[in-house]
């Protein structure tokens, strides 16, 4: 009781240097709040549905090369931009309905953006089509779930911090077999669960993507740092240069006379402190683990956000598509590396049950329409997530995948998905032949 009253005293002789301090952050935030939403509120959004032909067999390269396109809409936000007009970091929603036993692909993107679109989704797809559509949530009732209807909804995380890789799709057995039947395409399984649905019953998958800078880079290059042993970067003197530079091109004389390979031929050598890393004393494991990390941070980066929601006639209501969903996502976890796991559940309220997981539903169903941006400010815990159970704490679900990462949980389908029933393009478009004889 001491210490509380000698702590009451101090704050109450020093009340008025803190006080302009909390006033200032509450102003900044609340300014923050008003000035972003004056800013996104004239943003016009469209929802574009794209339909590939029944013949289109490419990879998932070609969707990697859309996202690469899409990270194109990145912008340079200084402080007049932010405080004054509020300006954020526009960004991309690609998802996947399944319906009644058929799959539909939509990008809801800004207006400004459409043209963009197109023509990564043309330039990868030539015979495709791309029609503005209505918004297909816009049909569902916001009262869901009601005595008619009920719903699941989650959003993932990564297990592991961004720079670990998941699974990708250059490790499905898809490169380099010319037999169709022998080649694995990473959505197949979803494909399957979704095709699988009867009327009655929807799933919705949402990835909202938003171009990322460097700092999930260096996040990487940390880790690596790390796992072998590399100091924290001092500042070096002119002489350390001159040194650092000779050292570097002897490493390359040495690599052009007895070859090496690029991580042995920069992690062996003393780092840049002048001591000497543990390279040589890992495991091939721990190895390919820092390689996997380097060839992750290699490549363009996109902030991402997953929401999935079941919707389904309470008597169609089934547990085991909830199941099959989760495992879909579990296909992409590697044991030393990374995955998925589900946060933001709609369920596990211990206290109030019934009342809090009517109110988690309706939350992310919300989120899910307003394609709500990612931003970690969404995700900050609050004092009431005591009442919640472990699974259902309010985590951060932002992190960073690399564009492989992206294409190999969104792409179009081909041939290789027998299951598949989506619109598509009944025929390719294309013009008369150039010998047609005039009338």
Known sequence: MQAIGLALSFLKDIWWILAPFILFLIFRSTWLVYVQSAY???ISWILLEIKIPKEVGKPPQA???????????????????????????????????GRGGTISFFIWTPAQ?????????????????????????????????NSDTDLFGTEL?????????????????????????QKVDPLSALAEVLSSLKEGEEI????????????WKDAGQRIIDKLIGRKAKKKKSLLEEIMSELGEYLGHFKQAIFGSSASEERYEKSDDNGDKTNWTNLTQGEKDIVNAIENNIAKLGFDTAIRILYIAKRDMFQQSTIAALNGVYKQFNTQNMNGFKRVNL????????????????????LRYRMRQKPDPQMYKFTPYDFLLSPLQKNEHAIFT?????????YHFPGGVVTTLSMPRVEAKKGGPPVNLPFA
């Open 346 to 365: 709609t369920g596990g309220a211990y206290i109030f049950k019934k009342t809090r997981e009517l109110q988690m539903k309706r939350n992310i169903q």
């Open 204 to 215: 919705w998958i949402q990835y909202l993507v938003r171009p990322a800078g460097d700092e």
């Open 63 to 97: 969707m990697e090369q859309i996202f690469a396109g899409f990270h194109g809409i990145k912008s340079r936000i200084d402080i007049i931009d932010k405080y004054w007009i509020g300006k954020v970091q526009l960004w991309f929603s690609c998802e996947m309905v």
């Open 157 to 181: 995380a990564l297990a592991k911090d961004d720079g670990y890789p998941i699974r990708s799709y250059k490790e499905f057995a898809i490169e380099d077999i010319e037999e169709e039947t």
């Open 40 to 42: 996104l509120s004239a």
């Open 401 to 409: 995948l690399n564009i492989e990462e992206l294409a190999t949980i």
């Open 113 to 145: 953006f459409r043209n963009l679109v197109e023509a990564q989704v043309y330039a990868q797809y030539p015979e495709s089509e791309i029609r503005e559509v209505p918004d297909y949530t816009s049909a569902m009732p916001l009262d869901i779930p």
